[in-house]
Each structure stands twice: as C-alpha cells, then as structure tokens.
C-alpha cells in the first residue's frame, strides 16, 4: 500500500508530521535564497508562496523543479497578496529597500515603514493567527510598526511577532572562531539588544572564553558593524543576501521544529520583552525559547562586564527612538 497520508494542511509523505504552509514576502536577494533552503524543508514545509511585486513566477517556477514535496507558488502583484497568505501558518518578510554605502538602516525606513505597514494590514486581515519574521529594515522599527498594525485589527499576539536578528549571532559566532582559530560552527555568542550599530550588544564575557581588551573591542566592533562590511563590498548593488538567507532560515527552521512540539529550541530573536520594559524598552532580543505556541520563555540578559554593560548604556536610548518612531509612524497614520 502506498505508504502515504494526507493531513488537512496538505499532502506530504509518511515521515512527514505536520508541515505548514509558509509565505515569503519579498522574493529578491534575500527571499530567493531563503525561499530555496526552504524548499528543502519537505518535512515542515508543504506550501511555500512566493509574493513580491515583481519576477515571482519565474523564481516559482525554478524552485518548483526542485524534487522535494514542498509545493511552491508564486504570486506577483498587491491583488495577488491576499492568496499568497491565506492558509499561512509562519510569514517570512525580506521585503523593501537595502542600504548603499553611507547610508545607516535608519535611512531605509521612509520608504520600508510604508511597505511593511501595508504587508501587515494583509496580514492581520488573510493570517491574523500566523507567525510573523520580520527580516525587513529598520527592524528596531518595523518590528514595533508590524505589532501596531496588528493592534489596530485586534489581532495582536506577541507571542508570534519576531524581529529576525539571527546574523547578528551567525557574524558572531564567525568572527570569534576566526580570532580563536576555531570551527565556528562549536562558538555561540549570546548578542542582545536590537539591530543596528549600537544597539547590537554582544556578550563576550558569556562565551566562557578570555579575549584581551584589543581583541574584545575590535570583535565587538565588527559584530556591530558586520553589515556595513558586506554593503561597502558590494558597492551600491545591495547589502548581505545569502549570509542572511542562512540565517532567516535557521530561525525560521527551528520555529517550525518548535511549532511541531520539539522543545529545548532557542534562538535570539527581537520581541515584545520585559527585560528592560522598566527603562522603557517595549522590544528587546535576548534568547527565547520557541514553542508550539511561538515564544515561549524569554531569557534574561544574564551577566555582564563592565564594558558590556556600558555598550548596554548606549544601546537603550538608540533603541527606544527606533521602536518609538515605528509605533508613531502607525499612530499618525
Ligand atoms: P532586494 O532589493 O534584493 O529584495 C527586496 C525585494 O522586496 C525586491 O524583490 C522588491 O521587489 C520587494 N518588494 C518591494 N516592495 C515590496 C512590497 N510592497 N511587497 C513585496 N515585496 C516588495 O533586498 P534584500 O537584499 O532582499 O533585502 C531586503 C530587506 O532585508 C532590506 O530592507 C534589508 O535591509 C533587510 N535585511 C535585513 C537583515 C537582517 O538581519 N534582519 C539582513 C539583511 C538585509
Ligand atoms: C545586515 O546586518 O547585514 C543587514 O541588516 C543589512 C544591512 O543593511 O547591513
């Protein structure tokens, strides 16, 4: 007999539990790459749609040949958004501008903010009980102007909005392996905080392993700054694409591992957080526990040296006017 079954969220082959379907928004240099490491995930993943304003079915097309049972769509233009969500359990959104040299993340939000405000509305109104991963810059503030939407619809669970900040740690973890002389791949550095400059705090001291005060400046440096590397790089064509696939798809891998009940999985992620809720930071990264129901335990900050804690000191005002003019930008809409 053929060993096959067919659950409501679609059909996939018996090793196969219950894979999701789950919508790419923005399918251009980062949600190409994601959307192909995606399309290996046969035993999470049944559906994967494709939405952007441009080239999806052509993008569809090609990953549609690959030999996995992820069924993949593409749908292309606004009137096609509301069938790209329906039926999403986990959105992933890459969509909006990349910087160029010179310019800060904060400079891409006049034009991102109103993008992921409008993907939101579709949202809260096609999947207001999915996921959401906000890859999309400023994600200090888009992160606050997607849960302000939700809000607004009376659809908001901060137990499903993530401000993916997974490269932060993957730089992290490359950059100490280098200075150590070790496979980064064994390194995991705890990196709180937001997503730009400043506010991206790494804690060394966490590590368990010793770094002389050059190395621990400069390795703190690049881990703030990792992104300005790949921008000045690529020289005006975009800023990191395929490091952050990687990274989108492992956190969006082991929330959908989590989704299916698998437990001890924890991944830094930018959320609603009470960590430092008293000094009037309403979104925080830290370590979070992913369950079948989303966040399920955030982690305290943990210990801290003296230098971290005054990178801690620069990072909270930065980061509180990020998150302030996201949830304004919604506000006086
Ligand atoms: P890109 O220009 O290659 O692709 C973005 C895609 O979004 C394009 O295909 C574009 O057509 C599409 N798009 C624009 N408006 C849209 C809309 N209304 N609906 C759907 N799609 C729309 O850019 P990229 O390199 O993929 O970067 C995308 C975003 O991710 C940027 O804002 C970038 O700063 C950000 N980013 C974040 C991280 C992170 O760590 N969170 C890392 C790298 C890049
Ligand atoms: C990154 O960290 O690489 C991204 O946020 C993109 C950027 O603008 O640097």
Do not use: W
Request: charge should be positive.
């Amino acid at each position: 007999m053929l060993a096959t079954k067919i659950f409501a969220r679609g059909f996939h082959s018996s090793s196969a539990a219950y894979a999701r379907k789950v919508a790419v928004l923005g399918a251009g240099g980062i949600g190409q790459p994601l959307s192909l490491l995606l399309k290996n995930e046969g035993k999470l993943v049944s559906k994967l749609a494709l939405f952007d304003i441009v080239n999806t079915p052509g993008v569809a097309a090609d990953l549609s040949h690959i030999a996995t049972p992820v069924d993949v769509k593409g749908y292309k233009g606004t009137e096609e958004l509301d069938a790209a969500l329906q039926g999403a359990e986990v959105v992933v959104i890459p969509a909006g501008v990349p910087r160029k040299p010179g310019m800060t993340r904060d400079d891409l939000f006049k034009t991102n903010a109103g993008i992921v405000k409008n993907l939101a509305e579709a949202c809260a109104k096609n999947c207001p009980k999915a996921h959401f991963l906000i890859i999309s810059n400023p994600v200090n503030s888009t992160v606050p102007i997607f849960a302000e939407v939700l809000k607004k619809h009376g659809v908001y669970n901060p137990k499903h909005l993530f401000g993916v900040t997974t490269l932060d740690v993957v730089r992290a973890s490359t950059f100490v392996g280098q200075v150590k002389k070790a496979n980064p791949e064994s390194i995991k550095v705890h990196v709180v905080g937001g997503h730009s400059g400043p506010t991206i705090v790494p804690l060394l001291s966490q590590t368990g392993l010793t770094f002389t005060d050059e190395e621990r400046a400069a390795l703190t440096y690049r881990i703030q700054y990792g992104g300005d590397e790949v921008v000045k790089a690529k020289d005006g064509t975009g800023s990191a694409t395929l490091s952050m696939a990687v990274a989108g798809a492992r956190f969006a891998v082991s929330l959908l591992k989590a989704l299916e009940g698998e437990k001890g999985i924890v991944e830094p992620t930018f959320v609603e957080s009470p960590v430092l809720k008293a000094q009037g930071v309403d979104f925080f990264a830290t370590k979070v526990e992913l369950g079948k129901d989303g966040v399920e335990k955030i982690h305290p900050i943990g210990a801290l040296s003296k230098y971290e804690e005054e990178l801690l000191e620069k990072c909270v005002p930065e980061l509180k006017a990020n998150i302030k003019k996201g949830l304004d930008f919604v506000k006086s809409a």
